[in-house]
């Protein structure tokens, strides 16, 4: 009778120190922390240069609210980082949660240059409430968080009939873990072209760069038509059917014109 006693006793202690283990693992997935980065790239653009003085950058989520990360301020031309190129401007550690928005704080000294000459770039609001880019993700405990704001210069960028240039920024959220990718280049180099890939009324684009290549980032996966249109009077040219797949680059090689 004491033996089963005893063993009633050790088996309830089991079950009592499994639960709390279980209880104990699930609140620190319910309060635990994921570390975030975030990076910024471009398509190559029709200017010599793009620049933007980045001074914060802003996170809102439900469990923090507002939040400013490790930002790496300065001067960043855009146009430096394209074709597969980017660099993290910020990162930070983040409770979990529904991330919702993130802002770029811009300073003053923004400026866009177009054949050799300077000029300076307005960015209405972008010094107060920042530039704000919409989101709609869920923070997991332990997994790192990495995006990539595919900053549109060419779209971006309006002039205005007095000659100045406004930012009416297009900013593009990349999620390489749910997206592949398209590239290729076109010949004669000399030309510059622009490539867009739709698919059922959505589409994506990019720019050729100095060499005549291209890499359109963050394509879903699916099915697209592919069109490369040259600045000059050649005939655009059209590609059906380019698949893309999630973490691969669709290779289209050298289209001549």
């Keep these: 009778m004491k033996n089963k006693i005893f063993l009633s006793l050790a088996l309830l ?9 279980d209880s104990s693992t ?3 997935q ?3 922390t994921t570390d975030m980065s975030v990076s910024l790239t471009d398509g190559p653009g029709n200017y010599d ?12 989520t439900d469990a923090e609210g507002t939040k400013t990360l490790n930002t790496k301020t300065g001067i960043y031309d855009l146009l430096k980082y394209s074709n597969g190129d980017d660099t993290i401007v910020a990162t930070g550690k983040m409770e979990v949660g529904m991330i919702s928005q993130i802002r770029l704080i811009l300073g003053e000294n923004n400026t866009v240059t177009v054949d050799g000459v300077s000029y300076p770039l307005i960015t209405p609001s972008a010094e107060q409430s ?8 869920a923070l997991v405990a332990g997994v790192k968080y990495a995006v990539t704001l595919d900053f549109d210069a060419n779209q971006s960028i309006v002039q205005q009939g007095n000659g100045s240039y406004l930012l009416k920024p297009v900013i593009r959220v990349i999620d390489e873990a749910v997206s592949g990718a398209i590239h290729g280049m076109i010949t004669p180099d000399t030309l510059h072209a ?3 890939a739709e698919a059922n009324g959505v589409s994506y684009s ?3 760069d100095a060499s005549g290549e291209f890499l359109l980032r963050g394509v879903p996966a699916g099915t697209y038509t592919v069109t490369i249109t040259p600045d000059s009077p050649d005939t655009p040219v059209t590609i059906n059917n380019v698949k893309v797949v999630v973490g691969e680059s669709t290779d289209l090689q050298t289209i001549e014109f």
């Design 130 to 137: 920042g530039l704000k880019i919409q989101l709609h993700d």
């Design 49 to 60: 240069e793009v620049n933007i003085d980045l001074q914060g950058v802003e996170v809102i």
């Design 30 to 32: 319910q309060a635990g």
């Design 26 to 28: 699930t609140n620190q």
């Design 194 to 196: 622009t490539i867009t």
């Design 13 to 21: 202690f089991v079950l009592l120190n499994s639960c709390m283990k």
């Design 206 to 208: 990019t720019v050729t």
